[in-house]
């Protein structure tokens, strides 16, 4: 699902310094930031941190926000440069080692998995992809944006978008192909199973 626009009115009243408004905004969206934060560092003390300076920025960038632009896109620019300032400002970070029980209950690629080491493989895969794939992927996957929003977000062009997304998606089934999970293949078969059952139903009416 995509993630809301906040209330007009809220908005407004943030922008003017209403911090009780402001804390409404940071409500919303904390979590799906925190969670997009912590699967590109791989690091929950230092997610936590970067998601605080993340809402310090969009409280002090909010009264030259533009209401004609959306607030989710705008939300995820901001967390993407803080993130990559961070990236940048240390070449090799060691990464702690991020316990699958701790970490949010999410469905990424599509589909959603039952079975835990399926879960731990998906999500090492998607560490694996470089900071631009997985920025895309995470943006669609987890976070919900739209492919518009993350062109925006990210700013690059529509069609790098639909590049890193389809590359990244790519890696993620290749490394778990590697490991003997096949999730697109199944997830395929149930579109087609779906469609051909679908077709049947127009047939019959027909």
Known sequence: MSLPQPDYSVLRKAQRGDERAFSLIVRTYQVPVFNYVLRLVGDRSLAEDLTQEVFLRVFQGLPKFSLRSKFTTWLFQVTKNRVLDELRAVERRPRAVVDIEDAPQL????????????????????????????????????????????????????????????????????????????????ERAERAERAAAASAVSASID
């Open 107 to 186: 469905e990424v690629v599509d589909a959603p998995f039952e079975r835990l080491e399926a879960i731990d493989a998906v999500w090492r895969a998607v560490e694996n992809l470089n900071v631009d794939l997985k920025m895309a992927l995470l943006l669609r996957d987890i976070v919900g944006l739209s492919y518009t929003e993350i062109a925006d977000s990210l700013e690059v062009t529509l069609a790098t978008v639909k590049w890193r997304i389809y590359k990244a998606r790519e890696d993620v089934q290749l490394a778990l192909a590697r490991e003997g999970i096949h999730l697109y293949e199944d």
